[in-house]
């Protein structure tokens, strides 16, 4: 009993004297988004190698958790993939801490159809009437489509949970600000829903086109019906004649300065910007990459 | 039963069926108690069939790369050790010291009943709860940031009536006549519970704790606001750094990593769960040892 007992206390002592010793290295706290963070994660692994100094500690959450946490200020960089609100912008002022955005990408909002789904193309009209609130397309004989699998007709509707940016993004820019239709299997992320819909026959899902997988396919996408239907791509994208392509974001308290702006301004560089193209997102920067 | 002599009991229709009944309501308790075992052993084996071939020394000594498809756990493995170790630095000391408090020093009253509900309720908090309770306590008003302190403290705080419960009834198992022996000798009450309740009350009070370790290490809501991060490119070297944790990683590359291979997150179940069994283990190996001295 004694004997356990003061082993005990050693460890205490050593875990407590660990915990006081305090590292030199600096920390750039980076959180947010769910669509940025495979290239959150892919800047932060290897911008380990670029300055061991400086240590990049990625977390998701969504967005919402970024934004929340920048206008609580317990970030250094809050990556979002839709812009803050005027009110959030307010909120974090109020708290002391002034939100600097910087553009670090583009991503071309697909949507995703199980791979037998003959459907090649889609209106956003079509698109609202599917998702909406008040939409009334609610089987694929509407569309004119027979999906090899889908007996049922039924459109299962995948969607996103409700703090992440895709989510209002896809509400903004298809739905115009409308509400969902209720009834929709709403995942915790963009991998989520690509796999649901390469499950699922009757499955029509939107996330970003970075996480397409041969199981699914990308209808392209009318603007109107008379425009020219876009396939989801790094070119249409940057060009900007994909209807559904949102900014990636990144923003920062006050004009960065120190090891955040040394990370920002490689994030930005032709190092960075490679990492974005190369996980199918398209650069904000003209990068020349080797392939 | 049926020996040569004539039966003393013959069998009446009655007790037939009562026999009857008893045979059934035997084998369908028994089922149900193998129905208990069936999940444990198809989860264990479905781990090892689909997990077992990326385990290896490097998975388990290496940090993750290529955007977390490849390589190995070791920030995740280290930070969720960081994480329980100091969660029970912080719970078990107020957890045992409060479990002493009620059973062997509290009047019974209306105080004593009403700390009693507190902590039933307590543990019946859901974890998301706690884990809103350790953004608002422990990283905005501590101003602990996302750290392992904070994460662990929203751990201990959620893990705290488990070990204040199991304490106290494994103080309260050991038998009252102990106690008044002791008094009688002219023992004063500290005397008696350092010396005779403590000692003879070990092995439920280590139960407490293995319950908590096995709770906290697979805890993931408390943690993902409050210190753990999605991907670290270091290991912590204290309480005020982040950490990866295997809760989480296993979260994560389920269902944000795009490519990650099949096997990968049942590879980090195995080890998760071979964990927390290997600490069980040794605490249940401590537990017979000490059992094995009581001398009651």
């Known amino acids: 009993m004694r004997r356990s007992m003061s082993t005990l206390l050693s460890i205490l002592v050593i875990a407590c004297g660990g915990g006081a010793e305090n590292s030199a290295r600096a920390v750039i706290q980076n959180k947010g988004s769910d669509t940025?963070?495979?290239?959150?994660?892919?800047?932060?692994?290897?911008?380990?190698?670029?300055?061991?100094?400086?240590?990049?500690?990625?977390?998701?959450?969504?967005?919402?958790?970024?934004?929340?946490?920048?206008?609580?200020?317990?970030?250094?960089?809050?990556?979002?993939?839709?812009k803050m609100t005027s009110r959030e912008m307010e909120a974090a002022r109020a708290n002391g801490n002034d939100p600097v955005e910087h553009l670090v990408g583009h991503d071309a909002l697909a949507v995703y159809v199980h791979r037998d789904n003959p459907v090649g193309r889609l209106t956003l009209d079509q698109l609202a009437r599917i998702y909406g609130e008040n939409g009334t397309i609610e089987r694929w004989s509407q569309l004119d489509v027979q999906v090899p699998g889908c007996a049922s007709d039924e459109i299962v509707r995948v969607s996103r949970q409700n703090n992440s940016g895709t989510f209002a993004y896809f509400r903004e820019a298809v739905l115009d600000?409308?509400?969902?239709?209720?009834?929709?299997?709403?995942?915790?992320?963009?991998?989520?829903?690509?796999?649901?819909?390469?499950?699922?026959?009757?499955?029509?899902?939107?996330?970003?086109?970075?996480?397409?997988?041969?199981?699914?396919?990308?209808?392209?996408?009318?603007?109107?019906?008379?425009?020219?239907?876009?396939?989801?791509?790094?070119?249409?994208?940057?060009?900007?004649?994909?209807?559904?392509?949102?900014?990636?974001?990144?923003?920062?308290?006050?004009?960065?300065?120190?090891?955040?702006?040394?990370y920002l301004d490689w994030v930005l560089g032709d190092a960075g910007q490679c990492i974005m193209l190369e996980l199918g997102y398209t650069p904000a920067m003209p990068a020349e990459c080797v392939q | 039963m049926t020996g040569t002599a004539a039966p003393l009991f013959a069998g009446t229709s009655l007790n037939a069926r009562d026999r009857k009944i008893e045979w059934l309501v035997r084998a369908l308790l028994g089922l149900m108690t193998a129905l208990l075992i069936l999940p444990v052993v198809i989860i264990m084996a479905l781990l090892v069939v689909e997990g077992g071939p990326v385990i290896s020394w490097e998975f388990l000594t290496t940090p993750p790369v290529d955007g977390m498809t490849a390589g190995g756990i070791l920030?995740?493995?280290?930070?969720?050790?960081?994480?329980?170790?100091?969660?029970?630095?912080?719970?078990?000391?107020?957890?045992?010291?409060?479990?002493?408090?009620?059973?062997?020093?509290?009047?019974?009253?209306?105080?004593?009943?009403?700390?009693?509900?507190?902590?039933?309720?307590?543990?019946?908090?859901?974890?998301?709860?706690?884990?809103?309770?350790?953004?608002?306590?422990?990283?905005?008003?501590?101003?602990?940031?996302?750290?392992?302190?904070?994460?662990?403290?929203?751990?201990?705080?959620?893990?705290?009536?488990?070990?204040?419960?199991?304490?106290?009834?494994?103080?309260?198992?050991?038998p009252?006549?102990?106690?008044?022996?002791?008094?009688?000798?002219?023992?004063?009450?500290?005397?008696?519970?350092?010396?005779?309740?403590?000692?003879?009350?070990?092995?439920?009070?280590?139960?407490?704790?293995?319950?908590?370790?096995?709770?906290?290490?697979?805890?993931?809501?408390?943690?993902?606001?409050?210190?753990?991060?999605?991907f670290l490119p270091f290991l912590p070297q204290g309480v005020l750094d982040q950490t990866m944790a295997m809760s989480l990683h296993l979260f994560v590359i389920t269902t944000q990593v795009p490519d990650a291979p099949e096997a990968l997150p049942f590879g980090v179940a195995l080890v998760l769960i071979s964990m927390v069994l290997a600490m069980n283990a040794l605490s249940i190996a401590f537990r017979v040892y000490v059992r094995g001295r009581k001398k009651w």
């Open chain 1, 177 to 262: 600000n409308e509400d969902f239709k209720l009834g929709s299997h709403d995942m915790h992320g963009s991998k989520d829903v690509v796999h649901l819909v390469a499950q699922t026959p009757c499955a029509i899902g939107y996330s970003g086109m970075a996480y397409a997988t041969p199981e699914v396919t990308m209808p392209c996408v009318m603007g109107t019906a008379g425009d020219p239907c876009v396939a989801p791509s790094i070119e249409t994208a940057l060009d900007g004649s994909y209807p559904i392509s949102r900014p990636l974001l990144m923003y920062t308290s006050g004009s960065p300065a120190g090891a955040v702006k040394t």
């Open chain 2, 176 to 230: 009252r006549a102990f106690r008044e022996a002791c008094w009688n000798m002219g023992a004063t009450r500290w005397q008696t519970i350092r010396r005779i309740v403590l000692p003879n009350a070990l092995s439920g009070i280590l139960t407490g704790i293995i319950l908590e370790v096995s709770r906290t290490s697979g805890e993931t809501a408390p943690i993902m606001f409050t210190g753990a991060a999605f």
């Open chain 1, 36 to 82: 940025l963070i495979t290239v959150a994660q892919a800047w932060a692994e290897a911008y380990s190698a670029v300055d061991a100094e400086v240590a990049v500690a990625v977390s998701g959450g969504g967005s919402g958790t970024g934004i929340s946490a920048m206008i609580n200020g317990t970030v250094d960089i809050a990556n979002s993939s839709r």
């Open chain 2, 75 to 174: 920030p995740a493995l280290v930070g969720t050790v960081w994480l329980v170790v100091v969660a029970l630095i912080a719970s078990v000391p107020v957890g045992v010291a409060a479990a002493v408090y009620l059973s062997e020093y509290a009047p019974d009253n209306w105080l004593t009943r009403a700390i009693n509900l507190a902590i039933i309720n307590l543990a019946g908090v859901p974890s998301i709860v706690h884990a809103l309770f350790g953004v608002g306590a422990f990283v905005l008003f501590f101003r602990f940031g996302t750290s392992i302190l904070a994460a662990s403290l929203t751990l201990a705080v959620m893990t705290l009536p488990v070990v204040i419960v199991s304490t106290r009834e494994s103080l309260q198992a050991v």
